[in-house]
Structure formats: C-alpha cells, structure tokens
C-alpha cells in the first residue's frame, strides 16, 4: 500500500512537473529572446499594449498591433527589423490572414473588419479620430497608408457592435470573429453596448452577410460569457471561442465547435479548462494560448485532450502569438509592451486551401 502510495506521489509531481516546465516542443535550452519595446507616444493612450500577431503565409513576416498606439507592425524575418506598416490603424486589434494573402484586422475604434493590402498603398485623406481628447488628434491633409477596404461596417441589425476584438479566417474564406463589449477610451464619449448579447459573427465567403454564429455565449456555469481569443483548426471542421470568465482552473474556459454546412456551429463542448486570449496552433495537435494564469507566460495545451503538456514563461503577460518566419518554426509573443520569440522544434499549423 505504501509503496503505491509513493509511486501515486511521484506520477502527481511528474505531472506537475511536466505542466509547468518547457513544453516538448521546446528544446530545454531555448529561451525567449525580446526582440523590441514598443515606445509610448505622444498620442499613446495610456502604455502600449501589443497584440494581434499573425503571420504573412508569402513572407513569414509577422505583423502586430501596437493598439493604444494606433499602429499595425511589421516584424521583417529578412533582417530582423521593426516598421510601422499602418499609422493610423482604425485602433486596431486581433487580426489573421486570408486565403488570399490578405491582412484582416479588427479594426476596434469604430468596430469594423478591415481587409488590408501588404503590398499597395493610396494616399487618403487622414483619418479623423472618433475622439480627439486621446490618442490621435487627426491632421489635416493626406496620408499614404496601406489600401484597405471595410468589409463589415461595425453593426448588426442595425445597432454597433460591442467591439471586435479577434477574428479568424476560415479555409472557405468564410471569417468568424468574437465581439465582446471592454469600454475603449477612443470610443466617442458616454458610448454603450448596443448588442443584447455578447457572441460570435460570422462573415460570409464573399464577404456580404453578417450573422451570428451563436445566439448567446455563455460559461459552464450559465453566465453570459465574453468571447475572446478564436482559431480554427487547419481542416476548417473545428472552431475554438475562448473566454476569460468561467470557473475553469485556468482563469477561463474554451469551448470547441463543430463547423457545419454554410458555416453552422453545433456540438458545443469544453475544451480546456483554460482561457485564453489570441491563440494559435503547432502542426503536432497543440494549442499555444495567452491565459490568464498566475504566472506570466504561454501555456501550451494537447488539443487532442485539452490538457496542460507546458509552460513557457514571458517576462510580460502575452496578448497573442503566432508562429512565424519562413518554416513557421520561431514562435512570436506579443506581451504588454514587448515583442518577444522563442525557437520551437515544431512548425505553425497550415490552413486547408
């Protein structure tokens, strides 16, 4: 009895162990690198806060949101160096890729979707701010930004959106995105959630309908949820929603569905006992997740079961992340106001073209 009970001991802290170590996908001698500080501007609001990371399937080059900034950025794999891509950038948010090469983006100030050109620019008038008593201030005269078209408008029957805040692109080119309500300090002043429930829209193929994917969003334990974090699986079958709220053990909870016919969610199921906000996904059937853990860092979890397999530590709270470079073999971490890597021994999930 006693020797079972020992080796019942030594299994639980191997466990342990192996949950709050490098992941397998790891070697033990990697490390995270900070590749940039992002500098708090004159028009800054509050600190920077990165976030949004995806990479370009042409390039591998990543690009990331400096949202209280108001930039988009590019992180160029070529020579490792930081650019502004997009100044101003609709205060944008969480943000993907298209089938077609296109950078989506939740462009957060007037709770719209963008699809942004990586490679042609037009000089338009300067956007004027929603609210000039932060951040930007608006100028007058031209800008040359990135060509970008609005592909969702900022409001559902009618009423604005409570504030898109990730997005992701299915293979079908279909795009869900969640849409919880956070206050923001660029929104016009005295604003309020409009939406009687805070969900998941669906963005039909060609782009002209707008639906909700779920008619209500709640937790395990029947509250009304706020989606957060979303991705797909690389087959289009399965979509991830994750949410802060929630009694899991891992300061949230996420929820898998299965996607059907003309895009349909059914077969609603917990995951993970973890939320999360971006996400993404290795080609070895792990997910890579921002949750709001005691510790700051990422926490790797088996897809197939849901479960902790490792834990990579960030000096600062991760946002987001995305494998990126031309083999999808670096890992890139937006945290706070940090931009950070880590080499993996994995590659970055590839989406069914």
């Known amino acids: 009895m006693r020797s079972t009970f020992i080796a019942c001991l ?4 191997h466990g342990a162990a192996a949950q709050s170590g490098l992941p397998p996908t790891v070697d ?5 690198t900070k590749l940039a500080t992002l500098p708090r501007e004159s028009y800054t609001v509050d600190q920077p806060f990165t976030e949004g990371a995806c990479r370009d399937p042409a ?15 590019k992180w160029s794999v070529a020579d490792s160096k930081l650019s502004v891509f997009m100044h101003p950038a609709g205060y944008s948010n969480g943000m993907t890729f298209d089938k077609y090469g296109k950078l989506i983006a939740c462009a957060d100030e007037r709770n719209q979707l963008w699809e942004i050109s990586t490679n042609v620019t037009k000089s338009v008038p300067y956007p004027q701010p929603l609210n000039p008593s932060v951040g930007d201030k608006g100028k007058s005269g031209n800008v040359v930004l990135p060509e970008y078209s609005v592909i969702m408008d900022g409001k559902y029957n009618g009423k604005l959106l409570g504030g898109p805040n990730d997005v992701w692109a299915m293979p079908d080119n279909s795009l869900y995105f969640t849409d919880p309500y956070w206050s923001r300090k660029w929104w016009a002043s005295g604003r309020q959630n409009q939406q009687d429930v805070n969900t998941v829209y669906r963005v039909s ?9 779920l008619a209500t969003f709640l937790t395990s334990d029947g509250k009304a949820g706020s989606p957060n974090g979303i991705i797909g699986s690389p087959d289009g079958k399965t979509l991830y929603v994750a949410a802060f709220q929630g009694p899991g053990s891992g300061g949230g909870e996420t929820y898998a569905y299965d996607v059907g016919t003309n895009g349909v969610l059914s077969n609603r199921r917990m995951w993970a006992q973890f939320g999360s906000d971006g996400m993404t996904m290795d080609n070895q059937g792990n997910m890579y997740m921002c949750a709001p853990v005691s510790r700051t860092g990422v926490t790797v979890v088996s897809i197939a079961t849901g479960k902790q397999v490792g834990f990579i530590p960030v000096p600062e709270q991760p946002a987001n992340l995305a494998f990126g470079g031309v083999d999808q073999s670096t890992l890139y971490i937006t945290a706070k106001t940090g931009f950070y890597s880590i080499p993996t021994k994995v590659k970055g999930a590839h989406l069914v073209k």
């Open 28 to 32: 033990s001698s990697a490390k995270v």
């Open 10 to 13: 030594v299994a639980l802290a």
């Open 205 to 213: 193929p060609d782009r002209k309908t707008l639906t909700r994917a």
């Open 59 to 73: 390039t591998g080059d990543v690009y990331f949101v400096d949202q209280n900034s108001n930039k988009i950025l």
